[in-house]
């Protein structure tokens, strides 16, 4: 298998509280790898890693690797902020910036100093398509990004996203806040995007999980219990706790 | 269900009735201004500086305090903004629970305090060890020091309103914390913003005690950093403590105009802010 992200030895702690324990995972290039288990199982934790956002929240502590194409993002002289350009976060609500449509997905290529002036106009428009939204948004680019629909916003931060060219896109429960609509149109992009991204996906929806994973990851307690191609963890899980986690028991 | 029904309409009422004592507050304020410093409110007293006999009731104006109090508390806000915005940004964003944010905030609560006299003691002071006259320069030192504290602190409660979520998204995208704060926390504030900087500049503009040591008084209008100058609320002061009525009541009329002067910068700010914060979560 040709691991995208590996993680080694990883454990996290909320102060003296382990949220995740040993966790040895490989994720594939180029699949949908969706991470599932019940709530407070460590799941979206597992993804704060990958772009180093745990560290964002006070009294956090890590221990073991995590590799990004073999590099150790919690190596020393790490740029932080290439990580996270590196991997895309799809957060759980929408968050435009407080700027135009235009602006919010021009803003990482501003700061990261990629595109200007034509170039820029044109990078906008290519990724707003690529989320699927160009269509809805071409004539009012100029107006406040706040005034989208909930499902609009979501594929604005999905194009404000790719924007910055990263390898990964991380998803924590990108469509629980979106209507049934909008979310069949985030997993359909997902799902297009598939070829181009290693996409991570936290989700707490078995349905979501079977339409959309290619690998799937199985976390319980801070641990993952199983993880595997999805056909064969979805057929013939090999731990009980997975079995019983697929027929709904918890 | 009548007890509840009760409880709610009597707080509903405590309600009204604060408003109606704020407001009419306001309004008698308004009212008392207007009314004993419209009649002596003229051209003159806008345009002109005082000539000789102005104290005794005879022509001139106050125009050398208006462009006093504005250079003054125009510089000492403007000061205090170039100090206290990277103050709120440093407690707001870039160190939210740290103890050093627990111990700035602490002591901008204590300046807030500290009462405006004793600004412009401790200005005067520090102009005397420098060797320094009552100027335009210490008086707006003076006002920046009295307003730093109200500035920063109103500005840091807004930015600590700003949504974890919101710096998050510029932090996923990999952006730095100064790019996070210059770009997106600035855009979503800057309606607050603006308040507590018209709040600064609306406490600079009305303190008499502060400016009283530092930046002296003068009959001429402003001639440069290290002149001393006039201002509206010193003006006030001496005109109430002259025994002539004429001139009392151009102690109302110079009120007054402090009182628009405020009231236009307020309409204007809230006007800006209400532009600005199209962009805005709610």
Not at chain 1, 200 to 214: E, F, G, N, S
Not at chain 2, 186 to 203: C, M
Request: glycine fraction near 10%; aromatic fraction near 8%.
């Amino acid at each position: 298998m040709d691991a995208h992200v590996q993680t080694i030895d990883l454990n996290a702690y909320y102060g003296a509280i382990p949220a995740l324990k040993n966790v040895n995972l490989e994720i594939p290039k180029n699949q949908i790898t969706v991470i599932m288990g019940p709530s407070g199982c460590g799941k979206t934790t597992l993804l704060k890693t990958i772009n180093r956002f745990l560290e964002l929240t006070d009294g956090t502590r890590i221990s073991g690797k995590v590799l990004i194409d073999g590099e150790d993002i919690y190596g020393q002289g790490v740029d932080v902020t290439e990580i996270r350009k590196k991997a895309g976060l799809l957060a759980q609500r929408p968050y435009p910036l407080p700027m135009s449509i235009y602006e919010n997905v021009a803003y990482g290529l501003r700061i990261h100093n990629m595109k200007h002036g034509r170039e820029l106009d044109q990078a906008v428009e290519h990724h707003l398509r690529e989320a699927g939204l160009w269509e809805e948004v071409k004539d009012r680019l100029r107006s406040p990004a706040t005034g989208l629909s909930i499902g609009q916003q979501q594929r604005l931060c999905l194009a404000r996203g790719l924007a910055v060219e990263p390898e990964l896109l991380l998803g924590d429960e990108p469509t629980s806040a979106l209507d049934p609509i909008s979310a069949q149109h985030i997993e359909q992009r997902l799902l297009d995007l598939k070829n181009e991204y290693t996409i991570v996906l936290v989700t707490h929806i078995l349905r979501q999980a079977k339409r959309l994973a290619d690998y799937v990851v199985f976390m319980y307690l801070g641990e993952v219990v199983e993880s595997g191609p999805a056909r064969q963890v979805f057929e013939s899980p090999q731990q009980e706790r997975t079995r019983a986690y697929l027929e709904g028991q918890f | 269900m009548k007890r509840r029904r009760f409880e709610e309409n009597f707080f509903k009422g405590i309600m009204i009735f604060c408003f109606l004592l704020v407001a009419s507050s306001l309004g008698f304020i308004l009212f008392i201004v207007v009314m004993k410093g419209l009649p002596a409110l003229n051209w003159a007293m806008l345009t002109q500086t005082p000539k000789g006999g102005y104290y005794l009731g005879k022509e001139g104006g106050i125009l050398n305090a208006i462009i006093g109090s504005i250079y003054l508390a125009g510089g000492g806000t403007l000061l205090a903004l170039i100090l206290g915005l990277p103050i709120a940004f440093y407690v707001g964003v870039y160190s939210r629970k740290s103890k050093i944010a627990d111990w700035v905030r602490l002591s901008l609560d204590i300046l807030w305090g500290v009462p405006s006299i004793v600004y412009g003691a401790f200005g005067f002071i520090l102009m005397l060890s420098m060797g320094m006259r009552a100027s335009l320069l210490g008086g707006i030192i003076t006002l920046a020091l009295l307003e730093l504290p109200i500035m920063t602190r109103a500005m840091d409660e807004v930015i600590r309103m700003v949504p974890r979520d919101l710096e998050q998204a510029s932090y996923a995208l990999g952006a730095t914390r100064f790019e996070t704060a210059f770009r997106v926390v600035i855009r979503q504030t800057l309606p607050g913003i603006i308040t507590a900087i018209l709040l600064a500049f609306g406490r600079g503009i009305g303190d008499a005690a502060s400016v009283l040591f530092t930046a002296g008084y003068t009959d001429r209008l402003p001639g440069g950093l290290l002149q001393p100058v006039a201002s509206l609320p010193l003006a006030v002061f001496f005109q109430l403590g002259t025994p002539f009525p004429e001139v009392q009541q151009r102690a109302y009329s110079a009120a007054l105009v402090l009182t628009f002067i405020v009231l236009i910068i307020s309409l204007g700010s809230r006007w800006l802010s209400n532009r600005l914060s199209r962009f805005a979560h709610e």
